[in-house]
Antibody, heavy 125, light 111 residues
Framework: QVQLVQSGAEVKKPGASVKVSCKASGYTFTSYGISWVRQAPGQGLEWMGWISAYNGNTNYAQKLQGRVTMTTDTSTSTAYMELRSLRSDDTAVYYC??????????????????WGQGTTVTVSS | QSALTQPASVSGSPGQSITISCTGTSSDIGGYNFVSWYQQHPGKAPKLMIYDVSYRPSGVSNRFSGSKSGNTASLTISGLQAEDEADYYCSSYTRSNTLGVFGGGTKLTVL
């Protein structure tokens, strides 16, 4: 069936890096992008960015520029999100999402109907 | 602070209808028809319920409907059921951020 399966929970110290994986199955991986969304404990949803699995184009949230890198491996239908220089306020559940819609003229990717189960990243000394 | 404003909570009894609002500006909701709504149960991933203001993805109950008037989008749930109790988030394109923006979320309680 159509699904995204994410890697397991991580505990990191401040200043370290984390790399979360998201493996797709049941649909044509390269026909869509992968968005990453995070949710701090008890808080709302926050867009982190997206990557096109077709051509590797990316669009990152301004507040994360320079600390985040999103990549894909089309041979394994897997997307990765790496976040560096971790801080305590990066503690959150990180979700990947796909099978969305492109609005090319606005460089906007939205309406994802497949989501991963979430990966908890805890940043603590 | 979210760019889109949602009520913190709404409630309704089984069988009733409720509406959740999502207020933005002419730079987001008012200017584009790219409003989406997501449902999130505790400890679960979000689920797409509505896209492009009023379209339902395959498999989403027709008890869920979306609309927009001016700078405010709305999600209406008719025939409330216990399983509808969840958090609901709106999202829209915004000229200031090509990633889009979420509302702060609304907790729906089914009494």
């Amino acid at each position: 069936q159509v699904q995204l399966v994410q890697s397991g929970a991580e505990v990191k110290k401040p200043g370290a890096s984390v790399k979360v994986s998201c493996k797709a199955s049941g649909y044509t991986f390269t026909s869509y992008g992968i968005s990453w969304v995070r949710q701090a404990p008890g808080q709302g949803l926050e867009w982190m960015g997206w990557i096109s699995a077709y051509n590797g184009n990316t669009n990152y949230a301004q507040k994360l520029q320079g600390r985040v890198t999103m990549t894909t491996d089309t041979s394994t239908s897997t997307a990765y999100m790496e976040l560096r220089s971790l801080r305590s306020d990066d503690t959150a559940v990180y979700y990947c999402a796909s099978r969305g819609r492109w609005e090319e003229g606005l460089y906007y990717y939205y309406g994802m109907d497949v989501w991963g189960q979430g990966t908890t990243v805890t940043v603590s000394s | 602070q979210s760019a889109l404003t949602q009520p913190a909570s709404v409630s309704g009894s089984p069988g009733q209808s409720i509406t959740i609002s999502c207020t933005g500006t002419s730079s987001d909701i008012g200017g584009y028809n790219f409003v989406s709504w997501y449902q999130q149960h505790p400890g679960k991933a979000p689920k797409l319920m509505i896209y492009d203001v009023s379209y339902r993805p395959s498999g989403v109950s027709n008890r869920f409907s979306g609309s927009k008037s001016g700078n405010t989008a709305s999600l209406t749930i008719s025939g409330l059921q216990a399983e509808d109790e969840a958090d609901y988030y709106c999202s829209s394109y915004t000229r200031s951020n090509t990633l889009g923006v979420f509302g702060g979320g609304t907790k729906l309680t089914v009494l």
